[in-house]
């Protein structure tokens, strides 16, 4: 029963934590595929990986020291954010190399980094809550590591691994060479900087009083992303607004149409499409919306790199067909 609570409370919360952070991505949301795939390699590659390489590491450690202290200092502050931060980015680069036309924007590494790192937690969080939780201390060690696992520190991994994401999508946006060169190390390098900090800082303090100290600091950087996320949206947003009045100029999109793909609510929409079955095509024609408008904006950056003007003018066509039925 405790194990089963364990699985439950690592995973359900990640899950509904992931739904959010695809909610903030108000205009041109990621495949499913693609973000399932991404949670269960933070799951099983980067969760299961960095256990074994973890633990490998440490035991050398304490060969090599002779002081058990020294391993755990070295495996919590040193070997587990390198490992742990470079295994999840790993499905990041995934995403970037192989479905580069998915990353679009520094909105999308956000994204990809954020659910990958949900899936690590959730299985780390399984492990904590079931192995230091029940088994060290009972029920009561259950529902406290509960406790710290899911609200004090349940976004931390999403934290740490979207400067990776931002690093790749800052390299990816960029005409720049130094900038690609530079963007990449630089995200990760603060993926581990943060991860590290957070994992030797509370220690640092002890007791409640670190744990307290600890979980301000957490969120205080949480608070800060939140506010850069939000920017991003209102950055995207922007792009359509930009994008899409060409659309209504030549009669692809209806005005109505427009000011609902550049609302950062779409409730209307989608519930009139409810109720008069035509909830799949409106739903895919906002996505169009906001597909276009980033592949318009990345031929005016970037150029014709991977055929966007045929991207172009293939969402057009399908825009056309999707907007009699879209509801506005």
């Not at 990776?164 to 390299?171: K, M, Q, R, S």
Request: aromatic share 14%.
């Amino acid at each position: 029963m405790a194990f089963l609570g364990a699985l439950f409370f690592g995973f359900v919360p990640m899950f509904l934590f992931a739904a959010f952070v695809n909610w903030l991505d108000r205009y041109e949301k990621e495949p499913k595929l693609l973000l399932g795939a991404a949670f269960i390699w933070g799951v099983v590659i980067a969760g299961g990986g960095a256990f074994i390489i973890n633990t490998v590491l440490g035991i050398g450690i304490y060969v090599m020291t002779g002081s058990e202290g020294a391993a755990e200092f070295g495996t919590t502050s040193i070997v587990a954010p390198i490992i742990e931060e470079g295994l999840k980015g790993l499905a990041v680069l995934a995403v970037f190399l192989m479905f580069r036309n998915e990353f679009d924007s520094i909105l999308d590494g956000i994204v990809y980094g954020a659910v990958t790192a949900m899936g690590f937690a959730a299985i780390e969080n399984v492990l904590y809550i079931y192995r230091n939780g029940y088994l060290e201390n009972g029920w009561e060690g259950f529902w406290v590591m509960v406790f710290i696992r899911v609200l004090l520190v349940g976004w931390m991994h999403p934290f740490f691994t979207a400067f990776t994401g931002i690093g790749l999508a800052i390299a990816r946006m960029s005409r720049n060479v130094l900038v690609k060169i530079i963007a990449v190390p630089t995200g990760y390098a603060l993926a581990v900087t943060t991860h590290a900090f957070h994992n030797t800082f509370s220690g640092l303090i002890g007791g409640l009083e670190g744990l307290a100290a600890g979980t301000l600091v957490d969120y205080m950087g949480y608070a800060v992303m939140l506010i850069f996320v939000i920017w991003m949206v209102v950055m995207e947003r922007s792009i359509l607004r930009k994008h899409l009045h060409d659309e209504v100029a030549n009669g692809r999109i209806s005005q109505q149409q427009y000011n609902t793909a550049t609302s950062f609510f779409q409730t209307n929409a989608h519930l009139a499409a409810l109720t008069s079955g035509t909830f799949r095509p409106t739903s895919r024609f906002y996505q169009v919306c906001g597909e276009l408008a980033h592949k318009k904006e990345q031929l005016a950056k970037l150029g014709d790199e991977g055929g966007n003007r045929v991207i172009i003018e293939q969402l057009r066509a399908e825009l056309a067909q999707l907007a009699p039925r879209a509801r506005a």
